[in-house]
């Protein structure tokens, strides 16, 4: 358990004096229960944050869970050191194995799934999810960028840095044999099509993805929006290198880095006219998916995640198609509207896409509305679950996912002018 420091508490006051009591109830519930139920601090002074009510750390979940802490940086320090705990907890599990995406609290052998002969004992899940990486990235540099707090930029990290980028330029030019996924038995999303190898594609300057964010196989390898999260965390990457003097991994980050904001634009854009939009994966021989998973990244979050504006045109034209009946994963019930998920329940949304969209919209009226949803579809928990039914709110997954929780009071926060310095 690790207590509330004063800059939280401190921030929380603010909402309460802002927000209804049950909003600031929820959000200080929240952030309770990520420091002293979801954290933990370890023998070498890092942070493991579990993901919620599966005991396991997933890089990208907890970068994410993270991220509204960063509205309190900049008084005590507080928060900034809680922020570089996790930092360079992540760094010394991606050196453990950067292809794996969730691991353990300590080697104790525990699983999802043992999928490897040689799975690490750290390693409680090893699907390659590009977000992954870009989520490390993410929660170091924003951390830099926002706070000009250093102490996580380390050794190891700079060591992280060079086993990523070696990773990133490896799947940049994929072997489509240099991976393979296979879980005998188990739903098709929840491996690797083609004998586990994956579909087959052309190498195009993106990088390879076996896995969504939400754990689910790719359909076509090249994932738009990790790739687009990817290209903005390099940038950052690149800069920061350059100031501690990095000049190697400063060159290959904006080589890579360009290269990849090029071939999403040359590659990932579908539609004709006015209505050209991103695709959500391709696979370079001309074949692409289109629609919006409800994780992150996804196209409904590249304003979050740094990639363009909330008024730049190919967002506001993906945005509205995603938001529409024409994306598949769109879904209207009697109490909600929102976007599911091919491994919850059918006509089950998720409130985390909720709370993206409100996060992304330009209008108040929009982010505010989205918040009142999601505070009416908790049945009546209080807490923000994976997915929920459309038609009855009292069926939903997952009793405790704390990224879900902690983006609603990252939303919570912006609706009440607390947000900034995490937006």
């Excluded at 052998?109 to 799975?119: A, I, K």
């Excluded at 730049?312 to 909600?336: E, F, I």
């Excluded at 998920?341 to 998720?350: E, F, G, K, Y």
């Excluded at 459309?390 to 947000?419: C, E, I, K």
Aim: charged share 25%.
């Amino acid at each position: 358990m690790i207590e509330l420091p004063a800059d939280v508490l401190h921030l929380l006051d603010r909402l309460e004096a802002k927000a209804e009591p049950g909003t600031f109830e929820r959000v200080r519930s929240a952030f309770f229960t990520l420091f002293e139920d979801a954290m933990t601090w370890l023998d070498d002074s890092t942070i493991f944050v579990a993901t919620g009510d599966i005991p396991a750390m997933w890089i990208r979940d907890s970068t994410w869970q993270l991220r509204p802490l960063l509205a309190a940086t900049g008084s005590t320090g507080e928060s900034e050191r809680i922020i570089a705990s996790v930092s360079r907890r992540q760094a010394k599990y991606l050196l453990i194995d950067p292809y794996a995406n969730a691991f353990n609290v300590e080697p104790n052998g525990n699983c999802w799934h043992r999928d490897f002969e040689d799975q690490s004992p750290w390693v409680f899940e090893r699907k390659f999810e590009l977000d992954s990486i870009s989520a490390f990235f993410d929660l170091a540099l924003r951390l830099y960028r926002i706070a000009g707090f250093t102490e996580h930029l380390d050794e190891t990290f700079w060591l992280t840095v060079e086993v990523c980028l070696d990773v990133l330029e490896r799947e940049q030019q994929h072997d489509r044999t240099s991976y393979r996924f296979v879980r005998d038995g188990n739903p098709t999303h929840d491996q690797l099509s083609h004998d586990g190898f994956g579909a087959p594609f052309a190498n195009i300057g993106l990088v390879w993805a076996a896995f969504r964010p939400s754990d689910d196989g790719c359909r076509f390898p090249f994932l738009i929006p990790a790739n687009a999260h990817l290209a903005v965390v390099l940038e950052w990457l690149a800069q920061a290198a350059s100031e501690f003097d990095k000049r190697d991994l400063a060159k290959r980050s904006r080589t890579l880095g360009g290269a990849v904001r090029r071939a999403i634009k040359k590659h990932a854009i579908v539609g004709q006219g006015p209505d050209k939009r991103y695709a959500y994966e391709v696979d370079g021989l001309g074949s692409s998916l289109e629609w919006d998973d409800p994780n992150v990244p996804s196209l409904l979050a590249l304003p979050y995640l740094g990639w363009c504006g909330l008024g730049d045109r190919r967002y506001l034209q993906t945005r509205s198609w995603v938001l529409s009946r024409h994306n598949p994963m769109y879904v209207s019930g009697k109490h909600a509207t929102g976007l599911a998920s091919v491994h919850t329940p059918a006509r089950h949304i998720w409130p985390l896409a909720l709370a993206i969209q409100g996060l992304t919209a330009w209008s108040h009226d929009e982010s505010e509305a989205c918040l009142k949803l999601l505070e009416e579809i908790d049945g009546g928990t209080g807490r923000n679950h994976e997915s929920v039914n459309v038609d009855d709110p009292n069926q939903f997954t997952r009793p405790w996912f704390s990224w879900a929780d902690m983006t609603y009071a990252h939303l919570a926060l912006r609706v009440h002018g607390l947000s900034q310095r995490a937006d």
